[in-house]
């Protein structure tokens, strides 16, 4: 199985200009978010040599701009796809994605994609401003599961411990957006430490991570804390 990272903003520049959010493509049949830019994010798949037409399945973590408005661009031109949004998603968003002619799916709990692909169904955020519903992606393999976050809303120590139970393994690799940014040093060394003290054994912090957030983990992980970059693919066996 190949992950490829599509598009992500991280910084305050990108954000900005707007370059902002963040989207996976595994194999070449998912999708996971949508990026903030919709034109990049169709460039990307034209530049990767990615069909748009093969992407059959698209989870959109929550309904937040940055990781869903280039979902709007893919479904002008591939509206055979499956959206598979949480239940809390805005209403004129969940009608949108009906007037485009795509199958919406409403993930309430933790649902099979294909494969050994599954969305965890929405979660609680529990941010101080705002309770944003949120969903993960995971991929089960032999060697324990893979967790693809958002930006983690309901915390990222939390989505750690609910794919443990869920999928009763060791999570291999935790990667994506963390939304650790606004966070002071103290609080994300302690949060870095227990998702150290969980058994996550590979990190990749995107996105709305954090600067901050992303040194620690590099101190804390090692070689194990990789920065992935636009377009790069890592490869899961499974």
Known sequence: MKITLLAEGSTKWQRLVRHWGMSF?????VLFDTFGKPCYIVKQLKRLKSDIQKIQHIIISHDDWDHLTGLWKVLELNKDAAVYVCPRFKADIKEKIGLFGARLAEVDGVTNIRDNIYASGELAGKRRDSDIPEQYLAVKTEEGVVVITGCAHPGIIDIVEHAKRTFGSEVRLLMGGFHLKDNSYDLNKAIVAKVKELGVR???????TGAIARKIFREKYGDDCIILREGQIITIVS
């Open 202 to 208: 590979r990190v990749m912090p995107l996105h709305c």
């Open 25 to 29: 493509l595994i194999d070449t049949d």
